[in-house]
């Protein structure tokens, strides 16, 4: 079956420093791959979708890129501000659906 | 900007009760979703809908059934309430389409005692 594995151990990172997310899939590559912010008590807001076809996408301090020979996506946050403390969901597609990633838990310290 | 409310944000439950959670969303979009989160296990979808009277289970439907009688409303309904079913609650709503992004209502932290 089809899955989506993030590291589950939070990710501390220093402010103004760059924070790198891995997303890891199974099986055969997906046609995208969408990135969501959740905080604590919401549900999650998305962020960024990338294509099998496209290497890398950019939206402000956001980066996000697609690895079919290593089956990755990375997502990195430049600059990172304690604001961007959250939870960062990973999905893949699966017939019309998504399956989720547990996600990762990143903490921005002042 | 999309909204999908929830019925609910938090809901206090006993078990074998018959519990209903509402989720309404004004942008007109096809396809509904309800999941549920759990820590360490991530989104997992309980039921979807792409039409109006359509449904189809997702991944973990056993306990659960779901109604669309119109566009904009999607309800899960647990027809008898276990401790198990103790969870957060997500409903999302997107647009016809696989690659569209989902917009999720606030979540239902629901407690079945």
């Known amino acids: 079956s089809q899955k989506i594995e993030q590291n589950s151990e939070a990710l501390n990172i220093q402010e103004g420093k760059t924070a790198t997310l891995t997303c890891n899939y199974t099986?055969?590559?997906?046609?995208?791959l969408q990135w969501y912010r959740q905080d604590p008590g919401r549900g999650p807001v998305f962020l960024l979708l990338i294509r099998e076809n496209e290497k890398e996408k950019r939206k402000e301090r956001l980066k996000v890129t697609f690895d079919t020979t290593l089956k990755q996506s990375l997502f990195h946050i430049t600059a990172s501000q304690p604001a961007d403390s959250a939870t960062y969901l990973c999905a893949r597609d699966s017939n019309y659906q998504l399956i989720w990633g547990a996600g990762t838990k990143l903490i921005i310290k002042p | 900007d999309v909204k999908v409310t929830q019925s609910s944000r938090y809901l206090v439950k006993r078990t074998g009760e018959k519990v209903f959670l509402e989720c309404v969303q004004d942008?007109?979009?096809?396809?509904m979703f309800w999941y549920r989160q759990d820590p360490g296990l991530g989104l997992r979808l309980i039921y979807f809908?792409?039409?109006?009277?359509?449904?189809e289970k997702g991944d973990i439907p056993e306990g659960y059934s779901v109604s669309r009688e119109k566009k904009e409303r999607f309800s899960l309904i647990l027809e008898s309430a276990s401790t198990n079913q103790t969870s957060m609650y997500l409903c999302?709503?997107?647009?016809?389409?696989?690659?569209?992004?989902?917009?999720f209502g606030p979540g239902t932290r629901l407690t079945v005692l």
């Open positions: 999302a709503s997107s647009v016809a389409g696989g690659s569209n992004e989902q917009f």
């Open positions: 099986n055969y590559s997906p046609a995208y």
């Open positions: 942008m007109d979009h096809e396809n």
């Open positions: 809908s792409y039409d109006v009277k359509m449904k």
